[in-house]
């Protein structure tokens, strides 16, 4: 009964009945159960097992449904007896209506909803399993609707459509910049479920052919209609909200963001654009571009550019099954008998019974054949707008007569299978009805078995009464025998004197006596078995009789049933198969009008074909001319191309010109300055070879390739530069290797730059070359960099404390000796020679004060710089691992501290009359450069936001303008001194005057050449100071390998 019942609910009635009946119902109860029934019918016709897209008027009136009720209930109540989880095409179709009525139903569809997420997930982990079809279709989608649940939950703000203005979008944030930011990730999950479901879909498809027109290619295409209108409002909204969050948040914040927007970016414009191309979407929904390139959020004016994209679905589109249908063919007739009309009203009857008659219009005069000439332009004009009008309502009415063919199509199709339902229902019927003539005739074989019974429980019941009748004889019998058994008993004691006599007698009769017994008890046993297995059989035959009148009385209701059943299945068979001939009539009735609209559509196919033939030949003119313009653009970007180079091979070549000129051999450079070049170029050359490639791989692009080119030309003059440079302070042959090598990478940089402006060699480019002379400048640079102090790593960190003591005991001391020379100048010395040298002295003071200023803020800040940097370890373990940086410390305090003792000396000197002036310059000039060294060594590892950092750079121009001071101050003393000791030549004769000048025209050569031969001196000292400190501080000497 249970396989019977499940059975008729499966049957093809596509009504379930959900609906309970009510008797005698009126008003408001009547009204609900009228609306029920409706939402019922829309709702089956909707969600069906046909592979056709949802009809628009079947979900507008659900939705409608939803704001009638305002809820989901009855929706709900209809589709949980749908077998949902057994169809995939109908899950399907459950999810194209649910999804619009979450967007444009009533908004308690979201609560009354919520409770079924739990289901909808089960069901979405079950359609996962199947990977053909629309299973993943299906799983994909219901994760789709159970993300968007849960984000209208989590934001109750955002409508279902989620149209929202931007002062909305605002409030939804609560102008917090956390809410913001999780609103954000919020939209790239929900987007991200859009695009998965957007991409399956496609992928499901065979591009190839054109599915968009047929019925199954429809129905997996129609849900993308409501995906299209989430996406560009989701996508709208996050660009907004990225723009805000870049205005509050840094960006290196916001790098996961941006990287997930450009990855959903590239999807979201792709499958924009193959949409717009499918022909389904054309005539209903207007799909719009994205831009080019996506939005820069780094910088805040482009938030100006965004433009909103902006779905537009048409009018027509939107309710194609409300638009009246017409002929035609009477709508040709009416628009010929309108032209005909128009033609007799502008040229009249004269023109049409006599055409050939030109006296009356010789007669006109000129004007009013002007007037006429005119009138009939106008009206010419006016018929053109008409014929355009009516071909463009033409083809109008055309499409709606096809939107209408589909339809009828849809529904013929719809009762074909309700037909082929009706036809199963019926073959079921019959097959119920043999089973229950099966059933009958089983009843009726229990009932005879059971009267079979009945007459075996007699026979039995005879038998006993037979059997025991049988034992009370054999009891009887037993009796007998005792009885003689007592009286032969007392015969033996009687005769028991004649006993030898009787001996013989006796045996015997014992004999026979013990057979007897024997026999007695044998039969007894054998009865009593006998009358238990009776006892026992007649049990249960009681119990077998009680069970089969127990199975008749059933078996006879359940034929009362049956029949009952039988009835009325009967009944609705006859209904059924009145209904099925109703259906018939009727679908002769709309293949009657199917083939009219056949033959409406061959004429308008016809017409399509024309219309396609020359879009095809247009399309093929505008291929062509786009190919012409890809390669009149490739060959511009080319030109920019050869530009580009042609400008970065004559900067590399002028910076090789360079090496050779006089004033460059003055020029010094660093080792380490050299390497950080070599790097920047090698790494040019990286993103110079990726964009090389790109370029290759798409011509018409030269975006990337020029700004590498350029930034390649600068990097690698200014590596030769600087090579040239630290060629002049290095060894003699490290310098000529370096130089060497410095115009081999030109060499080979110019050849590189030479083969990208070459067309047939563009491609063959390789920068291989230059990238082996940049390692072999490098491992030269490595070589001239200093090796470090030749001091224990452990011992670093007590050295620089040492040295910055040392150096500011040296500043104490040497301020303490130029304030005693102070005083006794005060108390030796008069006039001139006295403000000379308190001006000197005043400006030493001042200088020894800034130094000792800018001492102790490079000690502030080192302290600083090692509490920040050390983490865990101690101090001396930073100096270690640092132990570059500590070296350079160590030796900017010797320098400063070396400094201010030997200004002291020239000071003394200079003050006793001993001295020169141009000393006392030249060591303020160099306290100058050690302190410089000093603020240098200490800003590398300080952090730009420093309070130490700026009062040590304080200091330090504090210390520039005490040098200055000092300067000035030795010029002034010596321009007095040298105005009190001019010379006098008034008393002087003609010949000592040219003696004195013979004299001085010897001094000056003799100085020039001194001059000379100091300034050679300088440079070869500077070359071994530079050999002194390579050794000082652990470098090799050369020739020492």
Known sequence: MDRVSSSMRQAANPLPRVLSRRAG?????????????????????????????????????????????????????????????????????FCHVFHKLLRDGHSNVLKDSVRYKNELSDMSRMWGHLSEGYGQLCSIYLKLLRTKMEFHTKNPRFPGNLQMSDRQLDEAGEN??????????????????????????????????????????????????????????????????????????????????????????????????????????????????????????????????????????????????????????????ASQSLFDNKFDDIFGSSFSSDPFNFNSQNGMNKDDKDRLIEQLYREIGALKEELESFKAESERRGLQLRGRISELEAELAEQRHLKQQALDDSEFLRTELEELKKQREDTEKAQRSLTEIERRAQANEQRYSKLKEKYSELVQNHADLLRKNAEVTKQVTVARQAQGDVEREKKELEDSFQRVSEQSQRKSQEQAEVLETLKQELAASKQELQVLQGTLETTIQVGAEQNTRIAGLEQERDSLSHAAEQRSKEMAALQAELQQLRDALSSEKESSRKERETLQTQLQDKESAERTLQQRRAEEQFALLQGSAREAERMVQDALSRLEDPAHISCTGSADYLLSRTSAASECIERLQDAHSKYLTNRTDVSTVLPCVALFAHLISDTILQGSATSHMAPMEPADRLLETCKQCGSEAISYLSSLQDPGSVASANCTAVTNCLHRISAIGEELRPRGLDVEQEELGDLVDKEMAATSAAIETAAARIEEMLSKARAGDTGVKLEVNERILGSCTGLMQAIQVLVLASKDLQREIVESGRGAASPKEFYAKNSRWTEGLISASKAVGWGATVMVDAADLVVQGKGKFEELMVCSHEIAASTAQLVAASKVKADKDSSNLSKLQQASRGVNQATAGVVASTKSGKSQIEEKDSMDFSSMTLTQIKRQEMDSQVRVLELENQLQKERQKLGELRKKHYELAGVAEGWEEDGTD
């Open 25 to 93: 119902g009126s008003g408001p109860e009547a009204e609900r159960e009228s609306f029920e029934r409706a939402q019922t019918v829309s709702i089956n016709k909707a969600i069906n097992t046909q592979e056709v897209a949802v009809k628009e008027k079947h979900a507008r009136t659900c939705i409608l449904g939803t704001h009638h009720e305002k809820g989901a209930q009855t929706f709900w109540s209809v589709v949980n007896r749908l077998p949902l989880s057994g169809n995939a095409v109908l899950c399907w179709k």
């Open 176 to 333: 917090d910049v956390n809410n913001f930011f999780q609103l954000t990730v919020e939209m790239f999950d929900y987007l991200e479920c859009e695009l998965n479901l957007f991409q399956t879909v496609f992928s499901s498809l065979d591009m190839s052919r054109s599915v968009s027109v047929t019925a199954a290619g429809q129905c997996r295409l129609a849900p993308l209609i409501q995906v299209i209108l989430d996406c560009s409002h989701l996508y709208d909204y996050t660009v907004k909200l990225l723009f805000k969050l870049h205005s509050c948040l840094p960006a290196d914040t916001l790098q996961g963001h941006r990287d997930r927007f450009l990855e959903q970016f590239r999807k979201l414009k792709d499958l924009f654009y193959r949409s717009s191309n499918l022909q389904y979407f054309k005539r209903l929904i207007q799909i719009p571009q994205l831009p080019e390139n996506p939005p820069n959020f780094l910088r805040a004016s482009a938030l100006s550019e965004h433009i909103s994209p902006v779905v537009v679905i048409p009018a027509e589109a939107s309710s194609p099954d409300s638009e009246p249908i017409t002929d035609l063919v009477e709508m040709e007739t």
